[in-house]
């Protein structure tokens, strides 16, 4: 059987490192087998490639649109607070009359 190209280059004393990165490579197990039966040693990790990642794929969709709710909720916050100061006073007044 013929050797794996990127462990006979692991074999000559160098490493093939990965430059993308995203949820589902690690989700599905890819990387664990590319580590292991193909002799990949390492990802590369900056800035560009996880917004290569997020941007490409819809595996990020759900945590992207929970963060945008939590920030919407800490917007409308003051303006709740308003409004129960003016419903309190409404109460208020009517147990006065």
């Given at each position: 059987m013929e050797q794996n190209k990127i462990k006979a280059i692991k074999d000559c004393g160098q490493s093939i490192?990965?430059?993308f990165f995203d949820r589902q490579i690690m989700n599905t197990g890819k990387l664990k087998?590319?580590?292991?039966d193909d002799g990949i040693r390492g990802v590369t990790a900056n800035p560009s490639i996880f917004e290569k990642a997020?941007?490409?794929s819809s595996d990020y969709e759900k945590k992207e649109q929970k963060?945008?709710?939590a920030e919407k909720k800490q917007e409308q916050k003051p303006h709740q607070k308003k409004e129960k100061k003016r419903r309190r006073k409404k109460i208020r007044s009517a147990c006065i009359l």
């Amino acid at each position: 059987m013929e050797q794996n190209k990127i462990k006979a280059i692991k074999d000559c004393g160098q490493s093939i490192w990965l430059d993308f990165f995203d949820r589902q490579i690690m989700n599905t197990g890819k990387l664990k087998k590319l580590i292991e039966d193909d002799g990949i040693r390492g990802v590369t990790a900056n800035p560009s490639i996880f917004e290569k990642a997020i941007n490409s794929s819809s595996d990020y969709e759900k945590k992207e649109q929970k963060a945008e709710g939590a920030e919407k909720k800490q917007e409308q916050k003051p303006h709740q607070k308003k409004e129960k100061k003016r419903r309190r006073k409404k109460i208020r007044s009517a147990c006065i009359l």
